[in-house]
């Protein structure tokens, strides 16, 4: 995906970004009503992209992955935010993926999804800034890098919370100050 614009300047009315006071990014959110595939790498533009999908991807057409899949985090984040919305029958081979440096984070970070109901995230960064407040409905998820507040606004509201682990054996959990 290099040569490809940082994914943070698309505007998108199912995707927003949260950034912390040098322009880092916090927290991604993406609605559950994503469909803006064609706006987000990859492009599909270059013989070796069109390679690496007939190599690793069993697809009707190579070139549908343009308006099928959408890379809607920045390369460097920590967390990659993927959306796929393949036809019947299309398969990826089986695979995994390799470390190819050390995690440059320095927090822990997660994905928030909503299964149903009504939560409410608060989005802040490691300096306790507040940077907005997201209500995630049904399919909503948020990626974030950096803190949060949680909030389950309705009764029965599941929502799923996948971080990195390992859980320690003491709490890794930091409180920002003045925050309620």
């Known amino acids: 995906m290099s040569g490809h614009p940082d994914p943070s300047t698309i505007k998108s009315d199912h995707v927003q970004y949260f950034l912390g006071r040098d322009g880092r990014t916090v927290a991604v ?13 990859p492009f599909v533009d270059t013989a070796e992209e069109r390679k ?10 190579p070139l549908r992955d343009r308006y099928t899949k959408a890379h809607v985090t920045q390369d460097a ?13 299309s398969y990826v081979k089986p695979h995994y993926h390799k470390i190819l440096e050390p995690l440059k984070a320095t927090t822990k970070f997660q994905l928030m999804m ?8 608060g989005v802040y960064s490691k300096e306790g800034d507040h940077l907005g407040t997201v209500e995630l409905r049904p399919w909503d998820m948020i990626a974030l890098y950096e803190g949060h507040s ?13 971080k ?8 890794d959990m930091v409180s920002l100050a003045g925050q309620p």
């Open 164 to 171: 990195l682990g390992p859980l320690a054996d003491t709490q």
């Open 77 to 89: 984040l920590p967390l990659q935010l993927v959306l796929l919305n393949r036809e019947k029958g």
């Open 150 to 162: 949680i909030e389950f606004v309705e009764e029965n509201t599941k929502l799923l919370e996948i």
């Open 114 to 121: 909503c299964q149903r109901g009504l939560g409410r995230i």
């Open 29 to 41: 959110l993406v609605r559950g009503t994503f469909e803006d595939y064609a706006k987000y790498p």
């Open 52 to 61: 690496t999908l007939e190599t690793h991807y069993k697809l009707a057409d």
